[in-house]
């Protein structure tokens, strides 16, 4: 059933500011390649993020960095090409805009350009508030990361919860609210106290989307393959399984091994 609070024919940056106002949560989801888009997009979901996390799920990289500008652009343009709905967020890759700002606006117009996505997304505050505001003068959408930045792995030295201290959550506050005050439409917040979370979306007109936030936020995001259990490595917390596709899929590719040995498939009504 749909908790929906008016139907969307296409999701838009204003939409979910609109949604904000409404007090409807946002959902939002990953999805990498166009067959798990489509299913994502019809589905109904919000918005579909192209995340870097594409590194670790698709490429078995053990962090978010190695992933490449082309790499992001494959596998968003196959996403775009199996939407009808959701809005397309697509992440700028670690070292393609962090420094240098005429360098984050070539990398954000590639990837409006080559893919086709709706929207970009960059970690961190007011280190890369340049970069930020130059790619708004494009007319591009930005959305903002701040609480754990997977990019800063080596800077943090672990993947626990951010901002825990006061310090770092003085920080993390007035940096959403620089975020807001450049431009970005909205904001995930990742893996940080639920309270600071919610003290957060509170204190801001841009929709906040939380993964490991609580549920004071304007809205979620997993991976989706995460949230399929086709992943069993990983086991935060806040992650809930909604299947366990990895056994599902195990048993699957068992059985058809099974049937070729014993010639039971193909069977003669699965030829011609
Ligand atoms: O890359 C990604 O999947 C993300 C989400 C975890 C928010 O940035």
């Known amino acids: 059933m749909s908790t929906a609070k008016k139907e969307y024919k296409r999701v838009t940056v204003k939409s979910l500011i609109e949604m904000k106002n409404n007090k409807e949560k ?22 579909i993020l192209v995340g870097d996390s594409a590194s670790n799920v ?6 978010t960095l190695p992933i490449t500008l082309d790499q992001m652009i494959y596998h968003a343009s196959s996403v775009i090409r199996a939407i ?4 397309v967020i697509v992440d700028l890759p670690f070292g393609t805009y962090q420094g240098n700002s005429k360098n984050a606006l070539d990398s954000a117009i590639r990837i409006m350009k080559e893919s086709g996505g709706h929207a970009v997304k960059l970690e961190g505050g007011s280190e890369i508030s340049e970069s930020i505001s130059r790619i708004l003068t494009a007319g591009i959408p930005v959305m903002g990361h701040l609480g754990l930045t997977p990019q800063s792995i080596y800077k943090f030295g672990t993947y626990t919860v ?5 310090a770092e959550a003085k920080k993390l506050k007035e940096d959403a609210l620089l975020l807001e005050q450049l431009g970005c439409f909205a904001i995930v917040l990742e893996k940080v106290p639920a309270k600071l979370a919610k003290e957060v979306a509170e204190s ?33 917390r806040f992650l809930r399984r909604y299947l366990d596709l990895y056994t599902e899929m195990s048993n699957a590719f068992q059985q058809y091994i099974k049937d070729v040995k014993s010639k039971d498939f193909p069977n003669k009504d699965e030829q011609y």
């Open 26 to 47: 946002i959902s939002m989801l990953t999805a990498y390649d166009y067959t798990m888009a489509k299913i994502v997009d019809q589905a109904g979901v919000d918005v």
């Open 58 to 63: 698709m490429a078995g990289h053990e962090t």
């Open 84 to 87: 009808d709905r959701s809005l």
């Open 162 to 166: 951010r901002a825990k201290e006061e």
């Open 204 to 236: 801001l007109t841009i929709p906040v989307i939380g993964i490991g936030a609580g549920g004071g936020v304007d809205g979620q995001v997993l991976v989706t393959h995460d949230m399929l259990g086709m992943t069993h490595e990983f086991s935060p």
